[in-house]
């Protein structure tokens, strides 16, 4: 028997898929799990009523995921004693959240057809599910992904953006995931929906740069509303709105970045520099023009994979655990 081929067989015994061999597709459950989007998006709908901000907090899994060694539900795993994962990573400590959404919609789909979806997959349902329920676009998702084993928080650390980067970094960083400057400015409009801590903007409100001054790009009345929110030496965990309509995915977050309302550095940077401007300046008049190319751009991160060989966890916050015997077969 070839190495290839021992390798291959040692995987399938494992219940492992590389993931390079599957191609995604739309309607990969039609046959085997086809509640799968009815149960994401109705668990969905019960968290956003008990808390609207979850729509946000689960859409932002997306990139947070994709961005690290691709869509491969890596930053749903928690540590272990020989792993760092992705949720103490810079980006996710005292952030990212609502992980519990997606054990709920887990459980649930366990339920009806247990060992069939994946949690990568979940996290781009329940995305799309989310700007949707927000009075977003809809499209078709490319599903058939795979979890990984594992996680790296050095990897997250290194990859994910700071909200203090400018423009021209955010360009270089999306470029390299083959993602466009509009890609890169519509994606950024996910931040139409959801919440950032005062720790996130502290540094433009009083210190930009270095200067000991405030970003000059803040609108007055915006920055003296954000000083009364985030004072200086104030509690960072203390939340502002990403943009005027928190709850509502619309192109107002266009809107503000133009009067100079923009939450984030990152925000605001991208009406500040010129190859950025003109995108934002577009999806500020035109909110189809937003829709589409956002969908698109979800779409391309949707398609970023590490090539790694996967498994279908059967808990999103840890991989499955393999009897001792078939992991000696090697
Ligand atoms: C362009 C580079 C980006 C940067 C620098 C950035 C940065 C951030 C930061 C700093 C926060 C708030 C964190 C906190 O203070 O706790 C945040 C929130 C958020 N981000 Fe981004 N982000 C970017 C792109 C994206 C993309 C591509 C998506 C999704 C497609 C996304 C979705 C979200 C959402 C929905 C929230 C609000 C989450 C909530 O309310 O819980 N972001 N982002
Ligand atoms: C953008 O940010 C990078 C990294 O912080 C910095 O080196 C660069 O000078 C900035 N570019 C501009 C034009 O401000
Ligand atoms: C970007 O595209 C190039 C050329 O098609 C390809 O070789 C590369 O793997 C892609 N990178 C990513 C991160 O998908
Ligand atoms: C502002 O930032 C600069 C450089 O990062 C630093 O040297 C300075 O001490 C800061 N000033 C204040 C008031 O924090
Ligand atoms: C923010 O909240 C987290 C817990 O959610 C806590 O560990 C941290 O100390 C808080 N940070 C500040 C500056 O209060």
Known sequence: MSPLLAAFLLLVSMGLTSASTVPLRPGFYAETCPEADFIVKDVMRRNMIREPRSAASVMRFQFHDCFVNGCDASVLLDDTPNMLGEKLALSNIDSLRSYEVIDEVKEELEKVCPGTVSCADIIIMAARAAVVLSGGPDWDVKLGRVDSLTASQEDSNNIMPSPRANASL?????????????????????????????????????????????????????????????????????????????????????????????????????????????????????????????????????????????????????????????????
């Open 170 to 330: 955010l360009m270089d960083l999306f470029q390299r995931f083959n993602l466009s400057v509009k890609d890169m400015v519509a994606l950024s409009g996910s931040h139409s929906i959801g919440q950032a801590r005062c720790f996130s903007i502290l540094f433009r409100l009083y210190n930009q740069s270095g200067s000991g001054r405030p970003d000059p790009a803040i609108e007055t009345n915006y920055r003296e509303k954000l000083d009364k929110l985030c004072p200086l030496g104030g509690d960072e965990n203390v939340t502002g709105d990403l943009d005027a309509t928190p709850t509502t995915f619309d192109n107002r977050y266009f809107k503000d970045l133009v009067a100079g309302r923009g939450f984030l550095n990152s925000d605001q940077t991208l009406y500040t520099f010129p190859e950025t401007r003109k995108y934002v300046t577009l999806f500020s008049k035109n909110q189809l023009a937003f829709f589409r190319a956002f969908v698109e751009g979800m779409i391309k991160m949707g398609d970023l994979q590490s090539g790694r060989p996967g498994e279908i966890r059967s808990n999103c916050r840890m991989a499955n655990s393999r009897p001792v015997r078939v992991l000696m077969e090697s």
